[in-house]
């Protein structure tokens, strides 16, 4: 049904090379995130799977045909822009509608799979209404209504709850996953926010200067990063990397560790004194300076009655610690 | 502006420009609405006398009045429709990347530079006339008559060159319309299927009505009071088919020195104006509302 492959995928715009040769096999049914820092290229890799821009070099296929030269409207794939792009003259209906009556539906099926998409989206109330007239939760999901009644092959999202607010962006999140859930159709999803990656994705893509760096699920990147790059984009608050003669005590020219694998114990390796001490109620967030190591992240439990200036020696877990090697590829 | 005090001083320093602009606009209304209720004829000074409502039956009678109300209009909406559809079909083509745009965008402009009388004459003598002009040379080229315009067509003749002036105003405002055109709507539709011809229907020209009713309003105002290019090519004619409104007011009170009648006759005019903006507004202004 809709599984995207893609071969040794090349973009560059005017000599300069945006993506630079990816290989990646896209199955049927997932939900696939590509994350990265902003200019890594995993909007133009959407946009090219897409059909908006052209490719320089390699070939996409879409359910096993070669779809590189096909117009977007060919590929079966529906798409969510970032900002909605809703139709603004035109009421949700028929905002809902468009693809449908481009396709040439009778008027009848056209309002029965609008009513059914409204209905899965609860924007029946809203129907007659005008995107202006809508919040930005609503428009959002008027844009995945008109992409669910293509029935497509699969979804691509550009960075779909980035106009949202925090707590809309959740819900959104939410729905989505639950969208993908009741359709299992492919869903392609682009985001720079590594929390909606982690959340909604069953396989994360982590892209850096148009190269992929890792493939995996949320919890292999967590697990096991294959390189500083993974290891310092994935986890929030970031792994602490420590270089010099701490990690060349365990063989290693970085050492990470993360901030939630490491404990407060009395007689630990590390010593040093609490900088920022953030309280969060639920956790808290110490830096600590480490004399020989550097500032240290370290994530502890809510109650810990710890200020700044206090010293406390830190113990990081053994079996938790992450090793790289010089040119930064983690060691096994 | 929250404060009483600061309302008051908006208020205040507002009130010269105001008041100045209220002066220009009210001192030859009034002039005019008063010389339209007398008798009063440049060539018989010292004469005047109170008429009443004499020079307006003498306008409304005047074998010329309705045919230059038809020619107002024709003129109006044919110069409108011109320019209103052909400044989309540039803008669409203006929108399109292409080799020299800056120079191909400035080109288009140029008209409107060109002040009407001289526009007017370069139409006459170079293009329209039919021993030395281009299309006459065209027209023998191709084996046939050459046409007379300003005797065959004169009314089509003052639309088209009037048109041609004011195309690249309609052009400038439809384009710069057109660039605000959201891309992504525009590749939303492409990826619903929507063919170049369907965008163009469903997003471009829906978007671009605001602008287009901008467009008619202010065109609407300059073109009641198009003057030079009739008095340079046609002077009203042959017999009143090319005489407007605003023409025949000059006719009455700069060539029969009537200026009673010729007043009589601009007061109509404003009045029409006045019901052409009620209509517009009427039908279109509601593409302002946000």
Redesign the interface.
């Known amino acids: 049904m809709g599984e995207i492959v893609l071969t040794e995928v090349r973009k560059s715009f005017g000599g300069v090379s945006i993506i630079q040769g990816i290989d990646l096999v896209i199955p049927d049914g997932e939900f696939v995130v590509f994350v990265g820092p902003s200019g890594c290229g995993k909007s133009t890799l959407l946009r090219l799977i ?3 821009e052209d490719t320089s070099s390699g070939t996409i296929s879409i359910d096993g045909k070669d779809a590189t030269r096909l ?3 060919k590929r079966g ?3 969510v ?3 909605y ?6 009421s949700v209906a028929k905002n809902i509608a ?2 449908l009556r ?2 040439g539906l009778p008027a009848e099926e056209q309002q029965r799979k609008v009513e059914a998409a409204a209905k899965v989206l609860n924007l029946t109330p809203y129907l007659d209404r005008k995107p202006s007239q809508l919040s930005g939760g609503q428009r959002q999901r008027v844009a995945i209504g ?1 992409a669910i009644v ?1 029935e497509p092959a699969a979804f691509l999202f550009d960075e779909p709850l980035s106009n949202l607010d925090a707590a809309l962006r959740v819900s959104m999140r939410q729905e989505i996953s639950e969208l993908h859930h009741t359709l299992a159709t492919t869903m392609v999803y682009v985001t720079h926010d590594q929390v909606e990656a982690m959340t909604m994705a069953d396989r994360i893509v982590v892209l850096n200067a148009g190269r992929i760096e890792q493939v995996g699920s949320p919890l292999d990147l967590y697990h096991s990063p294959a390189n500083l790059f993974v290891a310092g984009f994935i986890g929030s608050p970031k792994m602490n990397l420590v270089e010099g003669a701490e990690a060349a005590k365990h063989g290693a020219h970085t050492l990470g560790v993360r901030p939630e694998h490491i404990d407060i114990a009395d007689e630990g390796p590390w010593k040093g004194m609490v900088g920022l001490c953030e309280h969060l109620g639920s956790d808290t967030f110490l830096k600590v300076d480490v004399a020989g190591v550097g500032q240290i992240n370290v994530r502890v439990g809510g109650d810990v009655p710890l200020r700044h200036g206090a010293q406390v020696s830190l113990a990081p877990q053994a079996d938790k610690l992450h090793r790289f090697d010089a040119k930064g590829m983690a060691m096994a | 502006m929250a404060t009483q005090a600061s309302r008051i001083a908006g208020r205040l320093m507002l009130s010269p420009a105001v008041l100045l602009l209220f002066l220009w606009m009210i001192v030859p209304l009034g002039m005019t609405i008063y010389f339209s209720f007398l008798r009063f004829n440049l060539l018989m000074p010292g004469t005047e006398q109170f008429t009443g409502f004499e020079n307006y039956t003498y306008f409304f009678t005047d074998p010329a009045f309705w045919p230059a109300l038809v020619n107002t209009l024709t003129l109006v909406l044919g110069v409108l429709a011109i320019t209103v559809v052909g400044g989309v079909a540039l803008a669409v083509l203006l929108d399109q990347p292409m080799w020299g745009q800056g120079i191909v965008r400035i080109l288009v402009i140029a008209p409107f530079f060109v002040m009407p009388s001289v526009s007017a004459l370069v139409w006459k003598n170079m293009l329209m006339n039919p021993v030395n002009g281009l299309f006459a040379a065209l027209a023998r080229g191709l084996g046939l008559e050459p046409i007379d315009f300003f005797a065959d067509a004169p009314l089509a003749s003052i639309i088209a060159i009037v048109a041609w002036q004011w195309l690249p105003f309609a052009t400038l405002i439809l384009f710069t319309a057109m660039q605000s055109l ?1 891309r ?2 525009m ?9 170049p011809v ?1 965008r163009f229907v ?2 471009t020209i ?2 671009l ?1 605001r602008a287009a009713t901008v467009v008619v309003l202010i065109q609407t105002i300059f073109l009641l009071s198009v003057f030079a290019e009739i008095l340079v090519t046609t002077n009203g004619g042959p017999g009143t088919a090319s005489t407007t409104l605003t023409f025949l007011v000059y006719m009455q009170s700069m060539l029969q020195f009537d200026v009673g009648l010729g007043s009589a006759g601009g007061i109509v005019a404003v009045i029409l104006a006045n019901i052409v903006a009620i209509f517009l507004m009427r039908m279109i202004g509601k593409n302002l509302e946000a």
């Open positions: 897409a059909g908006l117009p977007p409207a794939l529906a798409m822009f970032q900002s792009a809703l139709y603004p003259h035109m468009f693809p481009m396709a008109r293509r | 959201d992504e709507q590749e939303a539709a492409e990826m619903d299927g929507a063919g369907w469903h997003l829906p978007h009505m």
